[in-house]
Nanobody, 122 residues
Framework: QVQLVESGGGLVQAGGSLRLSCAAS??????MGWFRQAPGKGREFVAA????????YYADSVKGRFTISRDNAKNTVYLQMNSLKPEDTAVYYC?????????????????WGQGTQVTVSS
């Protein structure tokens, strides 16, 4: 059974850092990503990483502040978030796909985690 378990969310002051983790079980995934949903807004792409390359993708709003990485041995993807802003406040979701998605910024992932709350205070 496939499971994605996120951890690392919490409350942090603006300018601070957090690292999110997403541990996958059940199989390996060539493509893994992070999305977020702020209160009253739709879900949006944050970052993705493909096994082949490896290749990384970022939303413009997080480029230079967030870094996505993966540990294939642990089947885990990480999101290092630095210089956090109040507008980064959202529920962050891990996503995984058994395909090497050519454009991993969309919502067509096979599997989704339950989400972890990130709150950035001003």
């Amino acid at each position: 059974q496939v499971q994605l378990v996120e951890s690392g969310g919490g409350l942090v002051q603006a300018g601070g850092s957090l690292r999110l983790s997403c541990a996958a079980s059940g199989r390996t995934f060539p493509t893994m990503g992070w999305f977020r949903q702020a209160p009253g807004k739709g879900r949006e792409f944050v970052a993705a990483i493909r096994w082949t390359g490896p290749s990384t993708y970022y939303a413009d709003s997080v480029k230079g502040r967030f870094t996505i990485s993966r540990d294939n041995a642990k089947n885990t993807v990480y999101l290092q978030m630095n210089s956090l802003k109040p507008e980064d406040t959202a529920v962050y979701y891990c996503a995984a796909d058994w395909r090497a998605l050519p454009i991993p910024t969309g919502f067509d992932y096979n599997y989704w985690g339950q989400g972890t709350q990130v709150t950035v205070s001003s």
